[in-house]
């Protein structure tokens, strides 16, 4: 859609203002006033969203395959940075996500012994974009 000097942001989104195609600013919800043809705004939500992650095949420490599925939270901080330093944040945050999954599945979990009770494994892991 041709810029035609006007932008609405709204309330959850913020809008990255790039003039030719340099940084110039971010904008806060509302009715925003642009020059035509010269800039350029992108628009980040900044909601928390939730990205269900593929079941992943991963080998115990007891050399047991197993699924593990999960999913995903993760919300927009800093939307200057979701833009110009991460090429596409959905995809980085999905691989990530799949990585840490088979990390944690590989280190931390073991078949519990015959009889024996064991706590469910919860690992927290912390992506800030």
Do not use: C
């Amino acid at each position: 859609m041709p810029n035609l000097g006007v932008a609405i942001a709204r309330q959850y989104r913020r809008g990255v203002v790039f003039r030719f195609g340099k940084l110039r600013n971010v904008r806060n919800p509302g009715i925003r006033f642009m020059i035509p043809l010269a800039d350029r705004m992108w628009k980040v939500t900044l909601r928390t969203v939730t990205m269900p992650i593929p079941s992943q095949q991963v080998i115990t420490r007891d050399n047991v395959s197993i699924g593990v599925a999960a999913v995903a939270y993760f919300r927009r901080v800093d939307p200057v940075k979701s833009i110009v330093e991460i090429e596409d944040v959905s995809s980085a945050i999905s691989q990530i996500a799949q990585t840490t999954v088979r990390n944690v599945g590989r280190t931390a979990v073991s078949l519990p012994e015959p009889g024996a009770h064991r706590e469910p494994v919860v690992s927290g892991s912390s992506v800030e974009v």
